[in-house]
């Protein structure tokens, strides 16, 4: 007779994308088939904000009391480094996802903590490197301050120096949230300066209503007509775009996953998230939804309660998923993503994507993770891109 497996969920409020967790869950049951449903059970807990506070009892209880079989939900490497000593004691398999905001951390990894990450910041690599080769020098990196507290900048600014070394100037814009003044006069301001910089190209990092915020006023002010502007993956994210649809503008980015693609596997994700939800999915329903392809491949060893073998699929194995080869530990098989550069028009209340070159991708072993991880984080401590 087949047991119960029990998953806990640690999901978290989110301002900038309100609706992630219930997104990663219907994610998760839409890569399990519908015949191994009945097995499997999520347990939700709610951390708030994602910070080691709220995460604490959480864990505890999830790890001494609930008793479940595996641990999930969107976190990142920095986080868990607050928790990888009571995982160890307790011997529980954990599986996060992450959006690929911080470099993986080498030198803190455990037996029991894997990752599917969305690998944000090989995009932003690619997209440095790429956009030095085509526009020379002179480019600049444009960043809210939220944004400043994690590797994009570090591997953009990386991707560059590869490319060829240069000075490269970085524009960071205060938490208008915070201050008081409107978002309209703080944006003014801040794309004032990015005019008199006139860089040969701008690489443009923020998220949520900041980023609708910044393009718009970006196209407004007629930046768009004098410089190139390259955006981070989440930017370039169809929610994202489908709100400024009515701006002609051009936009390039470097895409990890192409939601539109034909190909076989993304047509099952699509097909399957939409039945259950009556929604279309994001990035967030995608990492969840190769968790559930993952938990399809483990659910015999997790019946058999073989720790072991569990330790040793995730370490060892990689999938086919809608966005290509992924793996879920850093070894020797560990996947290196496939990026295109993409060329974003934007135009008639409508967005066209269109690959024109592909990009340049890391092994995980690559010296420019040290190098991005050593350069530091400028900004404050942010637990979670997704708060």
């Given at each position: 007779m087949h047991r119960i497996i029990r998953i806990g969920f640690l999901g978290n409020h989110s301002t900038i994308y309100p609706t992630y967790s219930q997104d990663f869950m219907d994610g998760i049951w839409s890569g399990i088939p519908e015949k191994l449903h009945r097995y499997f059970e999520l347990v939700p807990e709610f951390v708030r904000f994602g910070d080691p506070g709220a995460m604490e009892p959480v864990l505890e209880k999830m790890l001494s009391f609930q008793n479940v079989d595996l641990i999930t939900g969107m976190t990142n490497y920095r986080t868990m480094t607050n928790f990888t000593h009571t995982i160890n004691q307790f011997q529980k398999i954990c599986l996060f996802g992450d959006m690929g905001e911080y470099v993986p951390f080498m030198n803190d990894q455990s037996p029991y903590i894997f990752y599917n990450s969305f690998q944000s910041w090989q995009s932003q690599y690619a997209m440095g490197y790429w956009a030095r080769k085509k526009w020379g020098d002179g480019g600049i990196m444009v960043l809210a301050n939220y944004e400043s507290g994690y590797h994009f900048h570090g591997s953009f600014h990386e991707g560059v120096q590869v490319a060829e070394p240069t000075p490269m100037k970085m524009l960071v814009m205060r938490r208008y949230a915070d201050l008081d003044i409107s978002a309209e006069e703080m944006l003014m301001e801040y794309l004032g300066n990015l005019r008199k910089e006139a860089p040969s190209f701008a690489n443009a990092m923020f998220c949520g209503d900041e980023a609708v915020d910044?393009?718009?006023?970006?196209?407004?002010?007629?930046?768009?007509?004098?410089?190139?502007?390259?955006?981070?993956?989440?930017?370039?994210?169809?929610?994202?775009?489908?709100?400024i649809s009515n701006l002609d503008m051009t936009l390039y980015a470097g895409s990890i996953w192409d939601m539109d693609a034909e190909d076989k596997l993304n047509k099952q994700f699509k097909q399957a998230f939409v039945n259950r939800t009556g929604r279309m999915p994001n990035m967030f329903a995608l990492l969840g939804f190769e968790i559930g392809q993952a938990l399809e491949q483990l659910f015999p060893y997790f019946q058999r309660r073989e720790l072991g073998k569990i330790q040793q699929w995730l370490t060892e194995q990689t999938i086919d998923t809608p966005r290509g080869q992924q793996s879920f530990h850093l070894g020797s098989q560990y996947a290196t993503p496939v990026i295109n550069i993409e060329k974003?028009?934007?135009?008639?209340?409508?967005?066209?994507?269109?690959?024109?070159?592909?990009?340049?991708?890391?092994?995980?072993?690559?010296?420019?993770?040290?190098?991005?991880q050593t350069g530091g984080s400028s900004g404050y401590y942010n637990n979670y891109m997704c708060v």
């Open positions: 910044f393009l718009r006023v970006y196209h407004r002010e007629g930046l768009h007509k004098l410089f190139p502007l390259v955006v981070t993956a989440p930017m370039a994210a169809h929610d994202i775009l489908n709100q974003i028009k934007i135009e008639n209340n409508t967005v066209r994507k269109m690959v024109i070159e592909q990009g340049r991708a890391l092994p995980y072993d690559h010296k420019v993770f040290e190098e991005i």
